[in-house]
């Protein structure tokens, strides 16, 4: 198993870009989350689903973030308009429940964001 | 509202001297806590969990309720331990909550 995928690794544009940033999760895993990391405020946990339905999205800073699951197999991370400080590394992580109760995320490579 | 505290972002120690990277939580409920660890160039991954009351990589931390710490110790630290650690906490609703991380480097 090649893990979690995400694509791209590194994407950089310019303000007010669309950016989309995409997941492939384990296959079999039913949670899957979307994290942010910054140096000033680490991982910042956006948005998570579970059987590709939605469950918390209070993490989504606003209104120019959104996040889609269509499937069990994919998951998309959309920022429109995109602006400087967006710019962050994003995790994608998936895990079974099984797994997730005790408290183990299996994390993609991260997409490195970068917006000029 | 739930909060993880890791307030080293950088920690350099020599090697085999002891290490400490020290987090704090804030809570209402029962904590379930955890270290992760991404060492360079391979992703994040769990380290350890206190329920477990383990031992990895020559790692240990103790859940102290009363001070609401979950800090990660070694007492000899090897160069392989050159990472970044972050702190997690997870809540009833199966989400995790990360702190801000601590890179720590072994110098040899």
């Known amino acids: 198993d090649a893990g979690v995928i995400q694509s791209p690794r590194h994407e950089v544009t310019e303000m007010g870009q669309e950016v989309t940033l995409r997941c492939k999760p384990i296959s079999g895993h039913d949670y899957l989350f979307w994290y942010r990391q910054t140096m000033m405020r680490g991982l910042e946990l956006l948005i998570y689903?579970?059987?590709?339905?939605?469950?918390?999205d209070s993490g989504m800073p606003e209104d120019r973030f959104s996040a889609k699951m269509p499937n069990a197999s994919f998951s998309t991370l959309k920022i429109q308009p995109s602006e400087p400080r967006d710019s962050a590394v994003y995790f994608c992580a998936s895990s079974p429940a099984t797994r997730l109760n005790t408290g183990e995320l299996f994390f993609g490579e991260g997409s490195r964001l970068t917006v000029l | 509202a739930q909060r993880v505290t890791q307030p080293e972002k950088l920690l350099s120690v020599f090697k085999g001297a002891p290490v400490e990277l020290k987090c704090n939580y804030s809570?209402?409920?029962?904590?379930?806590l955890f270290w992760y660890v991404q060492y360079s160039r391979q992703r994040l991954q769990l380290l350890l969990r206190h329920i477990s009351r383990e031992s990895i990589k020559g790692f240990t931390a103790d859940l102290n309720k009363g001070e609401t710490s979950f800090h990660l110790k070694k007492p000899f630290a090897q160069e392989e331990d050159s990472a970044m650690y972050y702190c997690?906490?997870?809540?009833?609703?199966?989400?995790?909550?990360f702190g801000t991380g601590t890179r720590l480097t072994v110098i040899p």
């Open positions: 809570y209402s409920g029962s904590p379930e």
């Open positions: 689903f579970n059987n590709n339905v939605p469950i918390d």
């Open positions: 997690a906490l997870q809540t009833g609703a199966n989400n995790l909550f």
